[in-house]
């Protein structure tokens, strides 16, 4: 028996501890919601703490929201608990293809295929349209999804600077030899919040004749007059011809993914698509929710909700920034509030959730060395009283760590 890998294993372990950048993942006790329990301190000494929950992809506040859980909780009796098939053998019921037609309508394309995530949407579709003849041009900072899935194809790779039109033209003029062309951008970059400049990434592809595809993941459900995304956000719609989007984020939190496009990829994707072919449906009491989120998303309650994140991050915003801190600016419900140095940002974060606030502190290499920050995200289901507890607590301790004065 050789345990020459477990050795592997223990030393690359020694090493992340090493550089400080070991994950610990804490445990949420109950449900995901605007405020969370968790623990600090292990054995004897655990202290439970309720605090305020700024991190969670939770953007129009529908993890725990009853609407959805009722949802599940219908398709659980109706449609069993797991479908124990991948779709094409006998993994379809009729809420995979409702899901499918509704979101195709609320994002305003052909048609849209559901995956177990958009991890294995990304990693599914690069290789079914791409062959070594074609070219795929893509963002620098695009989500690690995306680069898995265009190594798994054979097309030749351009990467541009991030958000960088001068940077996208060049790359576009050096594939022009290519057969087909395929400019790919995460719609919202999620570090820093900034949107993708999808009105210059459109005219440079009809330019240089380029299909684009834009990563929704932080967009769909929020974005946009009826939140379908960073497109209609940007008046491009119809202009962008494939979103690639998650449930997992604003639409409920739980799971699955998509393509929304034209009628012909999906088809084709349901055809060859690896990540779709060889991988379980997804579970009907998770369809019925979706479909549920989508149905919000796309009603009078959803235009509310989208108001109170739009209200909420301007009231975050604007707060830090009088108090001095430096924010990335923009317009996103993702607020990153700029430390520097990796280990202060690591120390503000213990000390906010000491004081009832969970945020995360990111750090190099996950963002760019001497740029670590505290990523905030606003929800729909915070309130004002929250937030201005979560503002004075930002203060107490940037104060207390000579962040501000
Ligand atoms: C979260 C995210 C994904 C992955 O989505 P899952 O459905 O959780 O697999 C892909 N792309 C981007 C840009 C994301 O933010």
Sequence with gaps: MSNRLIDFANSELASIQGAGTYKRERLILGSQSATIQTQEGAGNATKKITAINLCANNYLGLANDQRLIDAAKRALDSHGFGMASVRFICGTQDLHKTLEQELASYLKTDDAIVFPSCFDANGGIFEVLLGPEDAVISDELNHASIIDGIRLCKAKRFRYRNNDMASLEENLKNAQSARHRLVVTDGVFSMDGIVADLPAIVALAERYDAMVMVDDCHATGFM??????????????????????????????????????????????????????????????????????????????????????????????????????????????????????????????????????????????????????????????????????????????????????
């Design 224 to 405: 946009g007059g009826r939140g379908s995304g960073t497109a209609e956000h940007h008046n491009v719609e119809g202009r962008v011809q494939l979103i690639s989007g998650t449930f997992g984020k604003a639409l409920g939190g739980a799971s699955g993914g998509f393509i929304a496009g034209p009628a012909p990829i999906v088809d084709l994707l349901k055809q060859r698509a690896r990540s779709y072919l060889f991988s379980n449906a997804v579970a009907p009491a998770i369809c019925s929710a979706s479909l549920q989120a989508l149905q919000i998303a796309a009603s009078q309650s959803g235009v509310l909700a989208r108001e109170r994140i739009n209200t909420n991050a301007e009231r975050f915003r604007s707060a830090l920034t009088e108090a001095g801190f430096q924010l990335v600016p923009g317009e996103h419900a993702i607020i990153p509030v700029m430390i520097g140095d990796a280990a202060l940002a690591a120390r503000l974060a213990d000390e906010l959730l000491c004081m009832g606030v969970y945020v995360i502190a990111f750090s190099y290499p996950v963002v760019p060395d001497g740029k670590a920050r505290i990523r905030t995200q606003m929800s729909a289901a915070h309130t004002a009283d929250q937030l201005d507890t979560a503002i004075e607590a930002f203060i107490k301790a940037g104060k207390k760590f000579g962040i501000i004065s």
